[in-house]
DNA sequence: TTCCTTTCTCAACGCTTGTTGACATCACTC
DNA sequence: GAGTGATGTCAACAAGCGTTGAGAAAGGAA
């Protein structure tokens, strides 16, 4: 047989997709595991690449976290796009918006990362932060009324709650629901935050 | 000035609450840092005590995790303790239950460091797992109704999402809100799940 | 007092981590 | 085709990790 790619050194022949490769391979181990538990050396095997070369192109670990977990739409192009202006009932359309936000495999890696990772690393924490007061911003219009700023945050708290029970501790049926029933049901928490 | 504690060897003079020393340290490090994070030598530190003396009192970081953040009351005593049996809204007594639960110090510490090192560490998110089966359980009367155990899981969720935005990424106005004040609040949530 | 157990410190181990510097190979421009 | 910069590997570093083993000091029973 011939000889196990040896794998010598200095760059590949060909085009290089290097670097989406890397940025997909981080986005899922800090996603799956968290910003600790994502290391340069498994992140650079999964991308098949020396851990090095990912230094090289995106610098320290926090640098390589932000360009990996950074979200390819926001919510408010998200909801433009699938035309929903405001329906009849603006909660379930909100939840429809957040399920099909988090249906997109590249976004909700990315979420998931920024989460998990918000739970040890604080920089991440703040991103999260930061994340919900501007996505929930561009919804201020459904959440008037008595005391916007509460009903905003257990909007944000039913959306982290949704992350953690799909996603990071899955509780049954939560977890293995489709879209459309999951929608619903978080439509029906939303509901009594929505004017 | 007198000499800066020696620290000679061997066992100190007079009793001793080293272990609840230890036990507290850990719990409040696990609680605030996380399962990775929070290593034998800062717990030492906190408690004043050699790394070493934690491995032979708890045995693996594993051991010391579970002793640590063993919950000192179930849901189901404080609940009989407090006396509300069934009140006329049993979401808001569910919320104020909840809320009052996490005003423990000892209990909200034990809760968070599970959450948050299930983050990371899925032995952890094992444990949180179990922990909501079982507490829910207690209240099943409460969650009848159509799909009692979608409704179980929602509650979950929205009890995820509290402890994550009151003290994870801790967002205004509910992370500094008065306990009855959040208990109305997350009444408000409840009550979609609970019949 | 003597002896055993418990509590406690110290020094070290093997391992993994993020990061660095030297160097190899290819693509591309002039 | 020479030179330059992007791409890539390799070996190593200092630091921190969980854990271990040997031994020191105190408490308690005989």
Known sequence: MSAPAPRRSG???GPSSTREDV???????????????????????????DPALVVQFFGT?????????????????????SGAGEPADP???LARLLVHWL????????M?????????EPAAAEMVRE???????????LIAGDRPDARAAMVALQFLGLVWIRWVVPIDPIASMSDDELAEWLGRGLRAFLA
């Open 11 to 13: 760059r590949r022949p």
């Open 61 to 81: 670990k926090q640098d390589l976290f932000v360009a990996a977990t950074r979200p390819s739409v926001s919510l408010a192009e998200l909801a433009e796009e």
């Open 112 to 120: 998931l990362a920024r989460i998990r990772s918000a739970a040890s």
């Open 23 to 49: 940025l997909r391979a981080a986005r899922r181990r800090f996603a799956e595991q968290g910003y600790d538990r994502a290391t340069f050396r498994n992140i650079a095997a999964d991308a098949g690449v």
């Open 103 to 110: 249906g997109k495999e590249e976004d909700r890696y990315a």
């Open 91 to 93: 909660a379930l359309g």
């Open 131 to 141: 994340m919900i007061h501007e996505q929930v911003a561009g919804f201020t219009p």
